[in-house]
C-alpha cells in the first residue's frame, strides 16, 4: 500500500501539470479575444493581441487633395492637408508602391512638371506646383507608420445600439427558458423510469438512447422541420421548443439515469414497503437527491440553445421578429464577416448571461456528472 500511496504522490505534479495546461488552452484565446474586443480594426489587422499594448507600424497609403482644394501662395499653387490622427507617426513615405519607404519625413520629392511634395513625421503634407493642378483624383501617397497603442469601446458601443438586439435579446430568452425546463421535466420522469422500474424492452430503450447520443443533429433537421410543417407546427415558439427538446432528450436522460442508479437502493425500497406510490418516491425522493444532475443538464441545455443559430434560423425564421441574439449579430458583422473587433465585442456580450447561469450553479455541474460514474444499474 505503500508503494501505491507513493505512486500516486510522483504521479501528482503530472496531473496538476495536465490541469494547468488545460486552463492555459481555454484562458488565452479567450484572453485574446477580450483584448481584441478593445481593439479598433485597423490595429487588429496589423498586430496580433499580444502586442496590443506596444506601438504599431502599418503601412498603406493616402490620398492628397484635389484641385479644388488648391490655393494660390505667391507663385505656386499649393494643396496641403492631414489624413493622419493624433499621435500616429510617420518612419517612412514615398510616391510610388514599389518604393513606399524612399523617403523620410520632411525630405522633398521632385515630381513631374516642377511639382513638389513633401511629408512631415505627424503626416502634414504640402504639395506645389508652379502652375495651376488640373482635375482628377488625388495621388496616392505610400507611408509606414507607427501608431501608439489605442483601446476603445466604440465596439460594444456599435454592438449594443445595434437595431434589434433588444428584441433579439427576449426572443433568445423566450426560446432558451422553455427550450432548458421541457427536457428536464420530461427527462426525469424518462430517466427515473429506466433505472426503479422494471418493463420489457427497458435494455433496448437504454441502448437506443445512447445511440442517439452520436447522432448529428444536422441530419434529423430538414426531416423534423418538414414533420413540423406537415402537422401545422411551421416556424414557431412551439416548434423550436419541440426540436430542442428532442435534440437535448438523449443526453438528459442519460446524464440523469447514471445519476438516479447510483443513489442509495435502501431508500427506495424502504419508501416501497411503507407504501409510497412510484410517484410519490420519485417527487419526494428522487427529484431532490438528484438535483445536481439536474442542474448540470441545465447549464449545458441552457448554454447549447442560447449559443444556437441552425436551429433557431430552420425552425424560427429570419425576420427581424425572429431572430435571436446569434441571428442579429450575424447581420451585424455582414455577409463576409471580417469585423473581427465587432466579433469580438459580440462574443462577450453574448456571453453575458451564460457566465451568471454558469457561476450560479457550478457546484452542481463536477457533482451531477461524476454521480454514478462508479456505480450503474
Same mark, same amino acid.
Given at each position: ?78 494643396? !496641403?492637408?492631414? &489624413? ?47 502652375? /495651376?493642378?488640373?482635375? $482628377? ?9 507607427? /501608431? ?15 437595431? $434589434? ?11 432558451? %427558458? ?12 424518462? &430517466? ?38 406537415? %402537422? ?7 416548434? %423550436?421548443?419541440?426540436?430542442?427538446? $428532442?435534440?437535448?432528450?438523449? =443526453? ?22 411503507? $407504501? ?9 425522493? %428522487? =427529484? ?43 447581420? =451585424? ?9 465587432? =466579433? !469580438? &465585442? ?32
Amino acid at each position: 500500500m505503500e508503494n501505491i500511496a507513493g505512486t500516486k504522490a510522483r504521479l501528482t505534479w503530472a496531473v496538476n501539470l495536465a490541469a494547468l495546461l488545460l486552463v492555459i488552452v481555454w484562458t488565452v484565446p479567450t484572453l485574446g479575444l477580450l483584448v481584441s474586443s478593445f481593439r479598433d480594426k485597423d490595429q487588429i489587422a496589423a498586430t496580433g493581441w499580444w502586442q496590443a499594448a506596444f506601438p504599431s507600424t502599418q503601412s498603406d497609403f493616402f490620398r492628397a487633395g484635389t484641385a479644388a482644394d488648391q490655393k494660390q501662395e505667391g507663385d505656386l499653387w499649393v494643396i !496641403a492637408g492631414n &489624413a493622419f490622427e493624433p499621435g500616429q507617426v510617420i518612419s517612412a513615405w514615398g510616391t510610388t508602391s514599389k518604393a513606399p519607404d524612399a523617403l523620410k519625413p520632411g525630405d522633398v520629392a521632385d515630381l513631374k512638371d516642377g511639382q513638389k511634395l513633401t511629408v512631415a513625421a505627424d503626416g502634414a503634407y504640402r504639395l506645389t506646383s508652379p502652375t /495651376q493642378f488640373e482635375e $482628377g483624383r488625388g495621388m496616392r501617397i505610400f507611408f509606414t507608420s507607427t /501608431q501608439p497603442p489605442k483601446f476603445t469601446t466604440d465596439n460594444y458601443v456599435k454592438v449594443i445600439g445595434a437595431e $434589434g438586439l433588444g428584441r433579439a435579446f427576449l426572443n433568445t430568452m423566450t426560446v432558451t %427558458i422553455p427550450a432548458t425546463l421541457i427536457p428536464i421535466l420530461i427527462a426525469a420522469f424518462a &430517466a427515473y423510469a429506466l433505472a426503479w422500474m422494471d418493463f420489457p424492452g427497458r435494455s433496448l430503450i437504454i441502448a437506443g438512447i445512447v445511440g442517439l447520443l452520436v447522432v448529428p443533429l444536422q441530419l434529423a433537421l430538414i426531416p423534423l422541420l418538414k414533420f413540423h410543417n406537415d %402537422i401545422g407546427l411551421g416556424k414557431s415558439y412551439l416548434g %423550436i421548443w419541440l426540436a430542442h427538446t $428532442g435534440f437535448g432528450l438523449p =443526453l438528459a436522460i442519460y446524464l440523469l439515469r447514471s445519476y438516479m442508479t447510483g443513489l442509495p437502493r435502501e431508500i427506495i425500497e424502504s419508501a416501497r414497503v411503507d $407504501g409510497a406510490t412510484e410517484f410519490h418516491i420519485f417527487r419526494k425522493i %428522487i =427529484l431532490p437527491l438528484s438535483f445536481p444532475a439536474l442542474a448540470s443538464f441545465a447549464i449545458f441545455q441552457f448554454l447549447w440553445v442560447w449559443n444556437d443559430l441552425l436551429v433557431a434560423t430552420v425552425f424560427l425564421g429570419n425576420r427581424p421578429d425572429q431572430l435571436v441574439m446569434t441571428g442579429v449579430l450575424r447581420e =451585424l458583422l455582414g455577409s463576409k464577416g471580417g469585423d473581427w473587433e465587432i =466579433l !469580438a &465585442a459580440s462574443a462577450f456580450i453574448s456571453i453575458a448571461v451564460p457566465l451568471i447561469v454558469f457561476f450560479s450553479m457550478q457546484k452542481y455541474l463536477v457533482r451531477g456528472l461524476l454521480a454514478g460514474s462508479v456505480k450503474g444499474g
